[in-house]
């Protein structure tokens, strides 16, 4: 979805929809992490059990996960709604003049005002630490706010291994916890 397609929308095309519900504060900021210039990017899956695993793919059998706190707030945005989420953060950066991605950080965003109800979320964090985590593949974009962000890059694997390994281990963290509560 995110992928050549979406390099031809013109600013023209996307101030007549999405520009116009995008905060003045809205900005982006390159995320520099060995998602940024995968191409293609395939979201494959997530599993959320002691953490929020994200896994991406590549066509060179390389798989990309990304973990996040089990609490921390996230979303996966299907094609349907990726250019709203999308469109604004490419108009952003071409103002800016930051290279084409696939990884950003951004402030302002229309997710981070639905989910910082009241301003909890970011009570008494800074400005510039009020921001969102943003993933665009060429199906689903994620986003998520988190104070600690892992990747992890395997390469000669497939979804099914790692899935299968990251099932395991957190059945037995799990199955450990349970025995120590007893």
């Excluded at 003045?24 to 992490?33: E, H, Q, R």
Aim: net charge negative; glycine share 4%; charged share 25%.
């Amino acid at each position: 979805m995110l992928g050549k397609e979406m390099r031809s929308v013109s600013k023209s095309d996307t101030d007549k929809h999405w520009l116009k519900t995008v905060s003045p504060k809205y900005t982006v900021k390159k995320w520099d992490c060995p998602l940024f210039n995968v191409a293609p990017l395939e979201f494959e899956g997530m599993l959320a059990l002691e953490s929020i695993r994200f896994y991406f793919s590549d066509n060179k059998r390389t798989l990309y996960v990304i973990s996040i706190l089990r609490g921390d707030p996230f979303r996966v945005v299907s094609e349907s709604y990726a250019m709203a989420v999308y469109c604004p953060l490419q108009v952003k950066a071409e103002e800016l003049k930051f290279p084409f991605g696939r990884t950003w950080k951004v402030w302002h965003s229309k997710f981070l005002d639905e989910i910082n109800y009241s301003n909890l979320l970011f009570q008494g964090v800074p400005e510039q630490d009020r921001f969102q985590y943003f993933i665009g593949s060429d199906d689903e974009c994620v986003e998520f706010v988190s104070g600690k962000v892992n990747i992890e890059v395997f390469t000669n694997s497939n979804f099914e291994e790692v899935l299968e390994k990251d099932v395991n281990t957190s059945i037995s963290l799990f199955r450990s916890n349970l025995e120590m509560k007893k």
